[in-house]
Every structure is written in C-alpha cells, then in structure tokens.
C-alpha cells in the first residue's frame, strides 16, 4: 500500500461520512480526469478531497493525517505541466512538477523530462522516474517550502 493512501476502510475513522468518500473515490478512479482511468494520482487525490467537503463531508479532528498534509502540501506547490496545459496527451502523459521547478530547467532538461515521462506512459507506466535535473529542481523546489 502506498505509504500516502488512507482508505476509508484500512484508516482511522477520519471521515464523517466515509460512505459518502469511499463514492466519490470510486467515481473518480473509474473517471479520466487527473489520470487514466482506473489509475489513482495526486490529483485525483486532490478532485476527491474537493468533492468530498463540496458535498458536505467533513473530517472527525481538526489535525491533519500525513497524507492529508502531503496532499495539501502537493496544492501549495502549483504542480504543473511545463506549458501548464493537461498531461494527458497523444504521444503520452508529460510531466508534472512544481511550477518553480520547470522555472529552473532549460528548454532541452524540460524537453529530456517530458521524452522520458511520455516513452513510459506509451510502454504502460504511470509512475515513471525523473531525470536527474528534473529530481534535483523538483527537490529544489519542494524544500524551499
């Protein structure tokens, strides 16, 4: 499992309205939008957490889960395509990273980044690594926080 996902079954009793969560995650996994359907994401993490307070559900304490943090750190960050248009493209799914980190690339590391993302998304992969200057600007740019 991984470290970040809490589940309205496997966690805490976090949620007022875990029925209602739990819903809203199905309909959002089996959707497109934020990923590929079926495939969970950051921003389909994002989408859940904003239709689940839009449809009234609520949380149990004030304080914040890792993950719930993780996520709301993630939204701080303006994650973003270089061209700040949807990844899910023709040739693949392009990169994401902190709107500062493409600031510190040049236009042949952005380039290298978004070949490398998109040569994984059309062997199958959703999770595909960076390149090192990518990791190092996105490393950059999540610890300026």
Known sequence: ???HHTS????????TQPELR??????????????APGEWSARKAQLLAHEYKQAGGGYTFAKRSPAQQHLDDWTQQDWQTAD??????????TRYLPKQ?????SPAQRKATNA????????G??????????????QH???EE
């Open 125 to 138: 992969h959703q999770h595909v690594p960076n390149t090192e200057a990518a990791r190092q600007a996105r």
């Open 101 to 105: 980190a493409w600031t510190e690339l």
């Open 141 to 143: 740019a999540t610890d």
């Open 1 to 3: 499992m991984n470290k």
């Open 116 to 123: 490398q993302k998109q040569a994984g998304s059309r062997a």
């Open 22 to 35: 739990q819903q809203l995650k199905q309909e959002i996994l089996v959707g497109d939008q934020g990923g």
């Open 84 to 93: 700040g248009q949807p990844a899910e493209r023709a040739g693949g799914t």
């Open 8 to 15: 309205a079954e496997s966690g805490p009793r976090i949620y």
